[in-house]
Each structure stands twice: as C-alpha cells, then as structure tokens.
C-alpha cells in the first residue's frame, strides 16, 4: 500500500473496503500505516468523529502517519481519553513504542534513522512516526509484528552503535520532544497557491508555478497541482525540496490590498 499514483490509490480504496467489509461483520481489524496523502483519501468513508468506523492513530495525538483502524457498531461511540489502552484491549496490544540510543558520539538524522529500520526488510507501512532526540536518540512507533525484529536485529544506525528498549505508551509520549519551527512572515499579492508557495520557498512566481503544476505541492497530504487554488488558514503545505508549512494566518489585508501571510515551518 506505499504506491501513490492513480494504480496505487486505487489499491489502497480496494484494501480499505475489503477491512470496512470484515468490521461489518463484527471483526475488528486493522490496515498499515498511512501517510497524510493516504489518509485523505480514506477518512472521508466512514463516519465523524467518536462515531466513525475507521479510526486512525498513530500512538499519540500529534502523529503525522496514522495506522488505520476498522470498527464495528459495538465499539462506537470511541473513548473520548486512554485511545491506547483501548485499542490494546480490542486490538491486542497492535502497535509498540520504542525508544532508540545511540552512543552520543555521533549525530544521527531522521534518515538515518528511519533507513536503518527499513534496511531490516521491514516495509515503510508497518512504521509510524519516527521523532529524533538531540541528534542522538530516536522515539518509534511501529506494529508489534516488527518490532521484535527491530530490538534484535538493529543494531547499528549510521556509523554509530545503538540500543533499543521498548517503552509504555504513555513513557514514550512524555520522552517525545516538542516540536520546533521557524516562523515566517511575508506579504503575497493573493492567497493563490503559486503565491504562497513562491513567498514560502522564496521562489519566482514562475518557479512556484512550475513546482505546483509539477506536482511538488502538497495540501493535507495530497497533491495539488492547480495554481490558482486558493490556500486556507490552519492547512498544511508540503513542497518538495523546500519543507513543510502551517499555515496559520492569511486573511488580513493591508493598506496596498496585499494579503498578510504567517506560517511556521517545520524543523
């Protein structure tokens, strides 16, 4: 399920419906990891909120990729607090959190990280955030089928020797650090998708044309290649080579009719 591309989402969709399938049923199940794109496409299949039948989550509540989870009726409406503990019971325990150390000696990047894993055999999909720690340290969560081979077997991470032990939901969530951005500030002419990214990334209005049209652009985690879509307050942007942007503030006019743009973006 890692393939994008019409053929890929179109394999996802089909797996998904064959799970929503099984939970009518009566059978709790559960489906990979998905990434933000993913996620968009299938959120919109079930219900809202505490009542939809497809909950996804991904060990805490500001995790990026979410593993998907299929409900019957009887499990609604879901637990407002304690989501692990809940799926621990109905599911068995389905994800592990793991804490990741090296030797302090070398500093360690998210890729390096996150290959280290995958370089196990281990497919992306089984695999849900991966946090690093000052350089040296990571936090993962992972499906409990792979995490007994990731404990064994990794051992090294970059040219660095490391430990792995596994962790208590709730002490892997308190280990997490916080998040880091770096704000930025600008005016744009509209709230046109190539303007925003062109302010964002610093590009010519033509190369943020070219990198939307291109399909460089995410929005939610879906591609979006139309120039002229207008972006929203409280949307995430993803460009290609240049980051990851919130889009916290684009509304407010100034005396010239220029559009006041705050975002952050993520370290």
């Known amino acids: 399920m890692n393939g994008r591309g019409a053929a890929g989402d179109a394999v996802l969709l089909s797996r998904v419906g064959d799970l929503f399938a099984r939970a009518d049923r009566g059978a709790p199940c559960s489906g990979p990891f998905l990434s933000e794109g993913e996620q968009g496409l299938v959120a919109p299949l079930a219900g809202q909120g505490r009542f939809s039948r497809l909950f996804l989550w991904g060990g805490y509540p500001d995790a990026e990729r979410k593993k998907a989870f299929?409900?019957?009726?009887?499990?609604?409406?879901?637990?407002?607090?304690?989501?692990?503990?809940?799926?621990?019971?109905?599911?068995?325990?389905?994800?592990a959190f793991l804490s990741l150390e090296g030797s302090g000696y070398r500093t360690l990047s998210h890729r390096d990280w996150l290959g280290s894993v995958l370089a196990l055999g281990i497919e992306r999909d089984a695999v849900g955030d991966v946090r690093t720690v000052g350089g040296h340290a990571a936090l993962l969560v992972c499906e409990r089928s792979v995490a007994g081979l990731i404990g064994e077997e990794l051992s090294r991470v970059g040219a660095d020797t490391v430990r792995t032990r596994e962790l208590s939901a709730r002490a892997w969530e308190a280990a997490l650090p916080a998040r880091e951005y770096d704000l930025c500030s600008d005016t744009v002419p509209?709230?046109?998708?190539?303007?925003?990214?062109?302010s964002l990334c610093r590009l010519a209005r033509e190369k943020a044309k070219a990198a939307v049209t291109g399909g460089n652009v995410q929005i939610g985690g879906l591609c979006c290649e139309k120039p002229d879509r207008p972006v929203c307050e409280g949307e995430i942007l993803s460009v290609r080579g240049c980051g990851k942007f919130e889009i916290l503030s684009l509304s407010e006019q100034n005396k010239k009719g220029r559009y006041r743009l705050l975002a952050r973006k993520y370290r």
């Not at 609604?76 to 068995?92: K, R």
């Not at 509209?190 to 062109?198: E, F, I, Q, T």
Request: proline share 11%.
């Open 190 to 198: 509209s709230a046109r998708l190539d303007a925003v990214v062109g």
């Open 70 to 95: 299929f409900l019957p009726e009887r499990f609604l409406p879901l637990p407002e607090e304690e989501i692990n503990a809940f799926l621990e019971d109905v599911f068995h325990a389905p994800l």
